[in-house]
């Protein structure tokens, strides 16, 4: 036995830090057994089978990675309320990384940005697309003019497909620059 077991083993707890330990724990023991009694039912049958009246259960695809697992949403009313892992899908065969079982929530964040958004005035403005495109486009050859094509890189993404990378590589490519790299979580 070495010396730090044997100290810890040997130290003497005062008669104050014990009676701080013996009030925590028990209102510990309080408040679980106030918090647990009662609280919860069983699920009715009716409720296990379809906990949203009138939703309808849509396959889809993961789209936190470019793996493609499996995901059958439950939507009611154009909502995603709930989401189970696709058991029968080829690529997932029942299971999803942390991320795909998040994804639900980052679906229906608060946060989420849905449209194209520019500060003016130091508030923010929502644009269309076709502006927000307009202005990209401009900024892109205006520095492309000013400074060279090398100025600038693409930054591809761990959820494109190996399509989407192959154009997007085109892209830069045509843009002028080599300067590509990705996110990839490997």
């Not at 059958?72 to 942390?98: F, K, M, Y």
């Not at 930054?155 to 590509?180: H, I, P, V």
Request: proline share 3%; charged share 25%; hydrophobic share 35%.
């Amino acid at each position: 036995m070495n010396k730090n077991t044997k100290d810890a083993l040997t130290t003497k707890i005062g008669r104050r830090s014990f009676l701080k330990m013996a009030a925590i724990a028990g209102a510990f023991g309080a408040t679980n057994a106030i918090a647990s009694g009662n609280v919860t039912r069983a699920a009715t049958d009716e409720e296990v089978k379809n906990p949203f009246p009138g939703s309808k259960n849509v396959r889809t695809i993961c789209t936190a990675c470019s793996v493609g697992c499996g995901i059958t949403a439950e939507v009611q009313n154009g909502v995603w309320v709930r989401q189970e892992v696709a058991q029968d899908h080829p690529i997932s065969l029942g299971g999803h990384c942390c991320k795909g079982a998040d994804m639900i929530d980052m679906v229906r964040s608060e946060v989420r940005l849905k449209y194209p958004m520019v500060k003016e005035g130091g508030q923010w403005k929502r644009i269309s697309w076709d502006i927000a495109y307009d202005r990209i486009s401009k900024k892109l050859m205006s520095l492309r003019e000013k400074s060279g094509p090398d100025s600038a890189i693409f930054l591809g993404s761990a959820k494109m497909s190996t399509e989407q990378a192959y154009y997007f590589r085109k892209f830069a490519a045509f843009y002028g620059t080599n300067n590509m790299d990705h996110q990839a979580r490997i």
